[in-house]
């Protein structure tokens, strides 16, 4: 790794951070208030942290509200506009394979540092302190729904589509949207009255994004200091190896195989790309949701110059299939649990954690909670007890909020490499507004 391209992205970082510095102080002053909260106990801590809970979800929900208005309306624009079969081919394959690359690279990377640093040693006296009657719970119902691959993937084909969207269940909707674009791009000009409908549904969901937005820095503040109020800094120390085995090899995507990765299948800087996304990865660290950090994900990308062709089509479905921090923490969290039990690892072992961590990462929903619970997959006949399971996964949800914020950041920055990558490939890039961020249009 270059050493000045790293010095670059830091440089870009902090201009981004500069230009959205409200979202930065709401984050830091999250952080501060939080711990202050949670160190000074008084009568009204319960009240204030009621209020916090409160601010955030309304929040994170007011930007869920445009999600899948966002989600069908970019994809019926983008196939339509791409219109033709075999380029939309083209696009499809090489965002699986570009996703494909990343995500095996992360789990590998996952479990290299897993069992070189072996997080879980010696961690079964805080399963067995920290686990949770909610959280086991949870962890049941998930595993008797999601213990079967199979199972899973019929999920994918929704019987009622309008069930799926009353659920908000994103994979079936995708599954659903790109047949019915597929089928309007096939159909001709007849399909103008149906796609003009959506383009006009997509420029008004992405103004409410805009007036959301103004938002964004009390919700991500009261988001984070609802977090560190909760658990307060006791909880870093008792597992530090574990997050320092996470906060590492989301630093090496972010800041090693990202920019190396564009550098070999484009010419889009990775320190640019990361300035002009500076506002989607703050909110998808304060929200710890993909999903609801979607709708800023595609306005920072199609206001700093990726065509709406390809941002339309790419995005929506790299934040509902594609998630790379997801894929390494869970292959991170399963080898943690087996160290901490004590069962032997072998190569074979740990190539099918990687493979299953790979599969069940598709399958999360994009908000706070899925990647976890989609471990019951992967431990599936690891050799663990249900009560070892139960207990492991109640301890792992304790400080889930905490591991979110920083995978969903790595998931978010990872659609937008890819979605660059690809409007590079197509020439479907503005590079004179990419790499001129005082030319930005702000996103309120």
Avoid at 101 to 113: E, F, K, P, Q, R
Avoid at 147 to 174: H, K, W
Wanted: hydrophobic fraction near 55%.
């Amino acid at each position: 790794m270059n050493f000045n391209l790293l010095m670059q992205i830091f440089v870009a970082l902090g201009l981004g951070v500069k230009r959205n510095w409200h979202i930065f102080a709401g984050i830091i002053l999250g952080i501060v208030f939080g711990i202050l909260m949670h160190t000074f106990q008084t009568a009204y801590n319960n009240h204030i942290l009621q209020c916090l809970v409160f601010v955030g979800q309304v929040f994170i929900r007011l930007i869920q509200m445009v999600v899948i208005p966002l989600v069908v309306s970019a994809i019926i624009i983008g196939v339509t506009s791409i219109g033709d079969n075999r380029q939309l081919g083209k696009f499809g394959k090489k965002m699986i394979i570009y996703y494909g690359i990343i995500t095996s690279i992360a789990v590998t990377i996952g479990a290299v540092l897993a069992l070189i640093f072996k997080p879980g040693m010696g961690a079964a006296q805080y399963i067995t302190e920290n686990a949770a009657l909610s959280a086991q719970e949870l962890v049941r119902n998930a595993m008797a729904q999601q213990g079967n691959i199979l199972n899973l993937i019929l999920d994918f084909i929704p019987r009622n589509p309008f069930a799926s969207f009353a659920t908000g269940n994103m994979v079936s909707i995708i599954v659903f949207v790109l047949l019915f674009a597929i089928a309007l791009a096939k159909v001709g000009d007849i399909n103008r009255p149906i796609v003009s409908f959506f383009e006009s549904v997509f420029a008004a969901t992405m103004k409410v994004t805009d007036w959301i937005m103004i938002l964004a820095a009390p919700g991500v503040f009261a988001l984070t200091a609802s977090v560190v109020a909760s658990f307060g800094l006791e909880i870093f120390a008792s597992i530090s190896k574990y997050l320092l085995v996470l906060f590492l090899g989301f630093s090496i995507m972010l800041f090693i195989v990202y920019p190396i990765f564009l550098k070999v299948f484009s010419k889009v800087s990775a320190a640019m790309l990361y300035s002009a996304v500076a506002e989607a990865l703050m909110v998808a660290f304060g929200t710890a949701s993909s999903s609801a950090t979607l709708p800023l994900t595609i306005a920072c990308c199609e206001k700093r110059g990726i065509s709406h062709k390809i941002a339309s089509f790419v995005l929506p479905l790299g934040a509902t299939l594609n998630f790379d921090g997801t894929a390494l923490l869970q292959t991170v969290a399963v080898i943690f649990l087996t160290q901490a039990y004590g069962i032997a690892l072998t190569p074979l072992l740990v190539l099918q954690i990687a493979v299953l961590a790979i599969i069940a990462s598709s399958t999360c929903a994009g908000i706070p909670g899925a990647g976890l619970i989609t471990i019951a997959l992967i431990l599936n006949g690891m050799g663990l007890s249900p009560e070892q399971l139960v207990a492991g996964f109640a301890f792992l949800f304790t400080i889930e909020r905490v591991t979110d914020m920083m995978r969903t950041l790595v998931n978010v920055a990872s659609d937008t490499v890819v979605v660059a990558a690809i409007a590079d490939n197509e020439n479907e890039i503005n590079y004179d507004l990419l790499n001129n961020p005082e030319g930005y249009e702000k996103i309120s």
